[in-house]
């Protein structure tokens, strides 16, 4: 369960302030899909980076199973941090390493053993189905199949979260359907909570279980899809 409760954050840019989130509270039960749906400057970049404390809201309680996030110490929320993954529109690969070395660079960060990183890694790579692409670099893919590459490096680390922010935003209808299967299927199997943020009302039709609607940082809506996209 990750609960946001009361969150808020201004920006200030020399005298110029953004309040980018407004007393939001929401709450994500455990394996669910959620979605958070606004325009662009809505504040949702922000929201979804205040679940991992990438941005620290200025007020309120970020709660994971319980747990206040901003009462941690530094080392306890490194390791807070290693349950939650993280994708990202522009996928955010290390183009001067192969696909293998990408989903183990997490791994070796924490010291897992060169045989035990071969094993997951192996196993990623047959989740997203790119097994074949172990030795290829970045370059060579297409954007489908390195959104599946920054999957896998997300789930290296076995994370209960996982936070994709516009992850389907640079790809095509069809790779983006794909991709969207591929995160529905990951998220019975390992029942994993996702939290998404999106501009793209289909994207929310496709995956979502629940979905909350942000307008100039305020919490407009929150409900099942049903509830939301369908009108009285
Ligand atoms: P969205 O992801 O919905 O596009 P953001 O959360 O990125 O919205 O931004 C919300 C508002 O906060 C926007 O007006 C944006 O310009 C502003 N903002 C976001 N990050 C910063 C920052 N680091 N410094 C100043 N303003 C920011
Ligand atoms: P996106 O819309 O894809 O979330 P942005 O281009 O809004 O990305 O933001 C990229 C980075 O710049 C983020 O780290 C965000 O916090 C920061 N940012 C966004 N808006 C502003 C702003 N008005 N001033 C300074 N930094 C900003």
């Known amino acids: 369960m990750i609960e946001l409760i009361n969150i808020s954050k201004t920006f200030a840019v020399k005298n110029k302030f953004t309040k980018a989130l407004d007393q939001v509270t929401l709450a994500i039960p455990k394996g669910q899909i959620f979605g958070v749906i606004g325009s662009s400057g ?129 790809l095509d209808p069809a790779t983006t359907k794909s991709i969207l299967q591929l995160l529905k299927a990951i998220n019975k199997k390992l029942n994993l909570t996702i939290l998404l943020i999106t501009h793209e009302m289909e994207v929310i039709k496709i995956i979502c279980d629940q979905v909350a609607v942000i307008d100039g940082g305020k919490l407009i809506e929150t409900g099942t899809v049903e509830q939301i996209f369908t009108s009285p």
Not at 53 to 71: A, C, F, R, S
Not at 82 to 93: A, D, P, S, Y
Request: proline letters at 3%.
């Open 42 to 170: 809505a504040g949702k970049s922000t929201l979804i980076r205040c679940v991992n404390l990438l941005e620290k809201p200025d007020e309120g309680q970020i709660l994971i199973h319980g747990v206040d996030l901003m009462k941690l110490s530094n080392q306890d929320l490194i390791q807070h941090r290693r349950k939650i993954g993280m994708i990202f529109q522009h996928f955010n690969l290390l183009s001067s390493r192969t696909v293998y070395q990408n989903i183990a660079f997490p791994l070796e960060l924490t010291g897992t053993s060169k045989n035990d990183i071969q094993l997951k890694v192996m196993e990623l790579l047959a989740l997203v189905g790119l097994e074949d692409k172990a030795h290829d670099y970045p370059a060579s893919l297409s954007g489908g199949q390195k959104q599946r590459v920054a999957i896998a490096r997300a789930l290296a680390s076995d994370p209960e979260i996982l936070l994709c922010d516009e992850a389907t935003s640079a």
